[in-house]
């Protein structure tokens, strides 16, 4: 069996392009582009954090997003903004850190009342395409490491455009929930163990970071 680490941007990298996915993640060839868009993400994500988790006022031309955010707040329960997870193969908690895990990820904000969570995942780019499928990774993780929760509500906040996509998942469809990425990591572990990564390319090949590749256009 391979032995890799993965989390859920990770597993999308790879179905979008195996090749992509090994220059960059497994020899670390090369990195993500730093775009200007890149960046304001992370800039807009980390005055959330601080504002949820310090009580910072946000920069004055962050202010729109506090309508969304403090409508999160009001929902009745324990924050924990930035929230670590990582199970390991057994599907195990474990810390973020350890030497153990297999897959992790991070919420960006995550509310437990009872048996019922909210996980909430921050997004700066369109909501013309949501993928809500990183929701449902982060409600098992969620399930795994608070026993006493048996439903969880997730969703995406689309900052930029004040939309919220949301999901819900029930602790008794767990099994289904895993069945979802079965596939997605068996091509996964071929990959590992045969050493073979097929590039996919599309019309994107030329913003890709990886240059040495036959299909960019750079």
């Not at 506090?66 to 810390?95: F, N």
């Not at 289904?176 to 990591?185: N, P, T």
């Not at 390319?201 to 036959?214: A, F, G, I, M």
Request: with cysteine.
């Amino acid at each position: 069996m391979a032995e890799y680490t993965w989390s859920y941007s990770a597993l999308k990298q790879y179905t979008n392009c195996p090749k992509q996915y090994q220059e960059m993640r497994v020899l670390k060839n090369y990195t993500v582009k730093e775009t200007e868009a890149i960046i304001y993400g992370k800039a807009v994500h980390e005055a959330l954090e601080l504002y949820v988790k310090e009580n910072k006022p946000l920069p004055k031309n962050y202010l729109r997003f506090k309508p969304m955010v403090d409508t999160l707040l009001k929902i009745e329960g324990d924050k924990y903004p930035e929230y670590e997870m990582a199970l390991t193969h057994s599907k195990e908690p474990c810390d973020f850190h350890s030497d153990d895990r297999w897959v992790r990820g991070i919420a960006d904000l995550v509310i437990v009342d009872g048996d019922t969570a909210y996980v909430v995942d921050y997004k700066t780019g369109s909501n013309r395409y949501p993928d809500p499928k990183q929701l449902r990774l982060m409600s098992l993780m969620m399930f795994t490491h608070f026993p006493d929760i048996q439903r969880v509500k997730g969703g995406l906040l689309f900052v930029m455009k004040n939309s919220f996509i949301t999901e819900e998942y029930l602790r008794k469809d767990m099994d289904k929930s895993w069945g979802m990425f079965e596939q997605s990591l068996k091509r996964l572990d071929t990959s590992y163990e045969n050493d073979t990564w097929q590039a996919n390319p599309t019309p994107l090949c030329k913003w890709c970071s990886v240059v040495t590749c036959d299909f960019n256009k750079t």
